[in-house]
């Protein structure tokens, strides 16, 4: 599995599509809804799943750790780990768990790539 991290707008898909030849077809984009779709080979916006998680009393990384099907995929996750600490503790919880959750894939990705200002940067 290939994770890419990094602000809103930093071209984290631009580079998976670049990278890793990804097809516009292969992406699949998390919404609220908690659905996620491991067979098109890229998932972007797993913050918007992890935060359906968080309302739907799941955790996360339960969630991914009992399924293996995200393994060969290219995971996209914004990082909403800067700026002040929302006020609403179902925001803050959600701020948490994505950071719990990279911290699991990371450990387990094969390459982790933050994106900053359009570049990418090695971190594993």
Do not use: N
């Not at 659905?35 to 968080?54: M, P």
């Not at 399924?67 to 701020?95: F, Y």
């Amino acid at each position: 599995m290939h994770l890419i991290t990094g602000g809103a707008y930093q071209g984290k898909t631009e580079y998976a599509v670049e990278h890793f030849g990804i097809k516009s077809e292969d992406i699949f984009t998390c919404t609220e809804d908690g659905k996620i779709d491991f067979g098109k080979g890229c998932v972007r916006g797993i913050e918007q799943y992890v935060l359906a998680c968080v309302r739907a009393g799941k955790d996360p990384g339960a969630v991914f750790e009992s399924t293996r099907d995200w393994e060969d995929a290219v995971l996209i996750c914004r990082d909403i780990s800067c700026g002040i600490v929302p006020l609403d503790p179902v925001l803050r919880e959600w701020r948490e768990a994505v950071g719990r959750l990279l911290a699991i894939l990371s450990r387990q990705a094969e390459s982790v790539t933050r994106m900053f200002c359009g570049l990418p940067q090695k971190l594993k």
